[in-house]
């Protein structure tokens, strides 16, 4: 299942988007060629972020439909495509922005993260959600905290604990800092430890876990050229085999 921001009712208005999704086979054959509809309320949808159960996906976005700030909100899709939750239902919703969602499943429930502005900057919040699309911490909890901003959260789950990635600000250009939580929502890591700090900006990671280790993949600009993806290998117990980074692709 594939998920997007879709502009198709707004083609002349920039951020005024929709999510839109489509089942996709093992053999690459797209079962919704015009997408499925999952959200189309008023104003922006963006950045949207899933997670499977093994029954039901959950699709996540940051929504802008109250004409104020950012929330997360959420829909549960089935694999035939039907919206289970067709107007979507708020994740969180507190002061000032919630954007960038990321989305887990820990084998009870699903977990979503993002970065929220209800503090001097923005930080690492979370909640769970069930499988039934009850939120269970409908004010969210602080998992990773630090001077600056934390933003964009990338999700991993190695079957005990989650690893998050975001880029972080707090040494005057955006590096990558990860950290655990457990699927309570208790961060083992609150201030988060550095997977990549070099030249420039690192930013815009995704993080997956392979049965040993988490591997963290970016966006890097260290040579001040171009964008190329770099990587890093980080275990379950927070230590980052890769202190420098390997390149993935410089095309």
């Known amino acids: 299942f594939v998920a997007w921001e879709d502009y198709?009712?707004?083609?002349?208005?920039f951020y005024i988007s929709d999510i839109y999704g489509a089942r996709v086979t093992l053999q690459g054959t797209v079962l919704d060629p015009a997408g499925i509809p999952i959200s189309a309320d008023t104003n922006a949808q963006l950045l949207p972020a899933l997670a499977y159960d093994g029954v039901n996906l959950l699709v996540?976005?940051?929504?802008?439909?109250?004409?104020?700030?950012?929330?997360?909100h959420g829909a549960r899709v089935t694999p035939q495509g039907t919206v289970l939750d067709?107007?979507?239902?708020?994740?969180?919703q507190a002061a000032n922005d919630q954007y960038f969602p990321?989305?887990?499943f820990d084998g009870s429930?699903?977990?979503?993260?993002w970065a929220d502005l209800r503090g001097a900057g923005y930080d690492i919040h979370g909640a769970r959600v069930t499988p039934q699309g009850a939120v269970l911490d409908p004010a969210g909890f602080l998992l990773f905290q630090a001077v600056a901003n934390q933003y964009d959260p990338a999700i991993g789950f190695?079957?005990?604990?989650?690893?998050?990635?975001?880029?972080?600000?707090?040494?005057?250009?955006?590096?990558i800092y990860a950290g655990r939580a457990t699927p309570e929502g208790g961060a083992l890591d609150p201030a988060g430890f550095l997977v990549s700090q070099s030249a420039n900006d690192q930013n815009s990671p995704v993080a997956g876990f392979d049965g040993e280790d988490f591997l963290v993949v970016w966006a890097d600009d260290r040579k001040g050229s171009?964008?190329?993806?770099?990587?890093?290998r980080v275990t379950p117990e927070g230590e980052v085999l890769d202190p420098a980074g390997f390149v993935i692709s410089e095309a």
């Open 158 to 175: 190695d079957g005990a604990n989650f690893l998050l990635a975001w880029e972080d600000d707090r040494g005057g250009t955006y590096d």
């Open 60 to 72: 996540t976005w940051a929504d802008y439909r109250d004409d104020t700030w950012f929330r997360i």
């Open 226 to 232: 171009g964008w190329d993806i770099y990587g890093a």
């Open 102 to 104: 990321a989305a887990g």
């Open 8 to 13: 198709r009712p707004n083609a002349d208005t």
């Open 86 to 92: 067709p107007g979507g239902f708020i994740v969180v």
């Open 109 to 113: 429930n699903f977990f979503v993260a």
